[in-house]
């Protein structure tokens, strides 16, 4: 029994939930006055995430945006520590997002963060909004309490379903921009007005070179370019018959 406990590991490294903030999606913008980065975590509360379907907590928002400012993205997420009581958990993470604004400038630099430090995952969706990254984390979704959740599922059902947009993760990412013959592309994603309700919608597929934004593709294209690439899974086609009578085609 002696020799045994040589053998056995304890929990050194143990994380204990009640001192994390488990973040499940995070936006970048740089802010042009300052030339700053501004980053929003998106962290959940685990108090407000109930089993029971249509039950909600205490009736307040199931996640809270956390929004820094600084030089870099390793110092303004560690000075987030300001505002949070607990420690930012990277490991659940779910999407990077970048303003249109930034990606135009180059995104490399920010994604180093993401690469070397232990705790982010590479298998995160990266996202290009038409406008800011913040404000995609602000759309609330009518059936996930988390928006970074409903993007997650969006960017997976519509990819798969219509095959439209080339679903990219930050690995994938990665092995574009050190490529000397590829140019990356990352799906675009959109505020849209459903009613009076603001809705989070994927709208084409950004191109870029090197690492800057330079150009775009609608979905008639992205398929186009699934096509190419030969990673078309499935999708609609609409053709005419003989009778000039529409005919969709899976």
């Known amino acids: 029994c002696i020799l045994l406990i040589v053998t056995l590991t304890g929990c050194w490294s143990r994380h204990e939930l ?19 980065v501004q980053i929003t975590a ?23 945006n956390i929004i820094g400012t600084g030089d870099t993205v390793f110092s303004t997420l560690r000075n987030m520590t300001n505002k949070s009581s607990r420690k930012l958990f990277f490991p659940h993470n779910q999407l990077l997002i970048f303003g249109k604004s930034t990606a135009e ?5 920010y994604i180093d963060f993401f690469i ?61 921009l050190m490529s000397k013959t590829t140019a990356s592309t990352i799906p675009f994603i959109k505020i849209v007005k459903d009613g009076d309700k603001k809705v989070a919608m994927i709208s084409g597929t950004a191109v870029f070179k090197g690492d800057k ?20 899974k499935s999708g609609i086609i609409d053709v005419e018959d003989s009778n000039n009578d529409k005919v969709s085609l899976e």
């Open 18 to 36: 009640d001192t994390l903030a488990v973040v499940l999606g995070v936006g970048i913008d740089k802010l042009m006055e300052s030339g700053k």
């Open 42 to 64: 998106q962290v959940v509360k685990p108090g407000e995430i109930k089993t029971q379907s249509g039950e909600g907590g205490s009736g307040t928002e199931a996640f809270w």
């Open 116 to 176: 070397r430090d232990p705790e982010p995952r590479m298998n995160v969706w990266v996202l290009i909004s038409q406008g800011t990254a913040k404000e995609i984390l602000d759309v609330k979704s009518e059936l996930e309490k988390v928006p970074a959740n409903n993007i997650s599922n969006l960017i997976e059902g519509h990819a798969a379903a219509t095959s439209q947009i080339r679903a990219v993760k930050l690995k994938d990412l990665v092995i574009g």
């Open 105 to 109: 400038e180059g995104i490399q630099k």
């Open 213 to 232: 934004l330079v150009g775009s593709m609608d979905k008639i294209e992205g398929r186009g370019l699934l096509w190419v690439l030969g990673n078309v």
